[in-house]
C-alpha cells in the first residue's frame, strides 16, 4: 500500500497509482546488460550500484525519506561507481580555446555534485503523465548516435536497451492499448534514469584521449531537465522557500497555468527537448567550436 501515489495539492492525478514503473525498467534493463555483458566489469558495477539508487528510491516512494539521506547515499552511490569503473568527470574540453581544461584532482569532488544535480534534475522532471519516458527516450536515443557516430558499440547497445525498456513503462503510464492501468515510475525509476545517464556520458567524454564526444555535447543532450532545475531553485531560494521542498513551480506546472492543457504542454516539451539534442547532435557532427 505504501507503493501507491495517492493525489494531494501538489499531484493532480485520479486515484492511487502504483510506483512500480521504476522497479519494471531497471529489471528489464538488469536482465538484458547481464546477459549480453555477463563479463564487462565497467558494466556490472553500474548494474550493482543502480540496485542501490533503486532501492533507495523504492524507500524513498515509500517512506518519504529525508532529502540529506537520499543525497548522502547517492554520493556514496556515485563514489562506488567512479571506483568501479575507473570514470570521474577531468576533461571538460577546449571551452575556451586555449586547448581542453582539466581538472585533476578537483574532477572526483564535481563528479559527486555532478550526478547529484543530473539525479534530482530527472527525477524533478517527472511531473506529467509520459514526460519523464519521453525524455529520457530522446536522451538515450541521442546517446545511441553519439557512440554510434564514435563506433562505441557496447554502449550504442546499453542505450537501445534503456530505449526499450522505457517503451513498455510508456504504453502503460499513458494509458495506451493494449494497458488500461496506469503505473508511474516512481522515485526508483526518475534516479536510477538519472544515474544511467550521467554514467554514460562520462563514458562518453572522459577521458579526453578515447572520448566518443565533447564535453559540451553531453550538456546539451541534458539541457532541459538541467536548466528546468537550475530555474526552480533559483525561483525557490529568491522566495525564500528551500529549493528541497516540491512545489508546482517546474515548467510544465508553469505551462499549464498558463492555460496549456496536458497534452499540449506535453508536446511543448518534447518540442523542446528535441529541439535541444538536435542542436547538440548537429553540432558534434559538424564539429563546431566548443567556445562557440
Known amino acids: 500500500a505504501k507503493l501507491l501515489d495517492s493525489p494531494n495539492g501538489r499531484k493532480q492525478h485520479v486515484g ?12 528489464g534493463i538488469a536482465g538484458a546488460s547481464l546477459l549480453i555483458f555477463s563479463s564487462e566489469a565497467g558494466i556490472t558495477s553500474w548494474l550493482l550500484c543502480s540496485l542501490g539508487i533503486v532501492l533507495l528510491g523504492v524507500a524513498d516512494d515509500a517512506e518519504d525519506l529525508s532529502v540529506y539521506l537520499r543525497m ?6 556515485t563514489i562506488a561507481l567512479c571506483l568501479g569503473t575507473d570514470v570521474y568527470l577531468d576533461n571538460l574540453g577546449n571551452l575556451v580555446g586555449l586547448g581542453n581544461v582539466h581538472l585533476d ?38 546517446l545511441a548516435l553519439l557512440f554510434g557516430f564514435a563506433g562505441l558499440h557496447q554502449y ?9 525498456a522505457l517503451i513498455p513503462y510508456l504504453l502503460n503510464n499513458l494509458l495506451l492499448p493494449p494497458f488500461k492501468q496506469k503505473i508511474f515510475m516512481g522515485d526508483a525509476g526518475s534516479t536510477f534514469v538519472g544515474f544511467t545517464v550521467i554514467w554514460l556520458l562520462l563514458e562518453g567524454t572522459q577521458p579526453s584521449d578515447t572520448s566518443a564526444f565533447r564535453p559540451i555535447t553531453a ?24 529549493p528541497f521542498k516540491a512545489g508546482r513551480d517546474h515548467l510544465h506546472h508553469v505551462l499549464l497555468t498558463a492555460g496549456f492543457g496536458r497534452i499540449q504542454t506535453l508536446l511543448l516539451m518534447i ?7 538536435s542542436i547538440g547532435l548537429l553540432a558534434e557532427y559538424k564539429h563546431t567550436s566548443e567556445a562557440w
Request: charged share 10%.
Open 219 to 242: 550538456v546539451w543532450i541534458i539541457a532541459l531537465p538541467l536548466m528546468d532545475m537550475v530555474r526552480v531553485i533559483f525561483y525557490r531560494i529568491s522566495a525564500k522557500r528551500s
Open 271 to 277: 518540442g523542446l527537448e528535441l529541439l535541444l539534442c
Open 156 to 164: 550504442v547497445i546499453i542505450s537501445l536497451i534503456c530505449m526499450a
Open 16 to 27: 492511487d497509482i502504483p510506483l512500480i514503473g521504476g522497479m519494471a525498467i531497471f529489471t
Open 72 to 77: 548522502a547515499m547517492q554520493s556514496l552511490l
Open 105 to 142: 584532482i578537483a574532477g572526483y569532488i564535481l563528479t559527486i555534485f555532478l550526478f547529484l544535480a543530473v539525479i534530482n534534475a530527472f527525477n524533478m522532471l517527472d511531473g506529467i503523465d509520459g514526460l519523464l519516458g519521453i525524455v529520457a527516450f530522446i536522451t538515450f536515443g541521442s
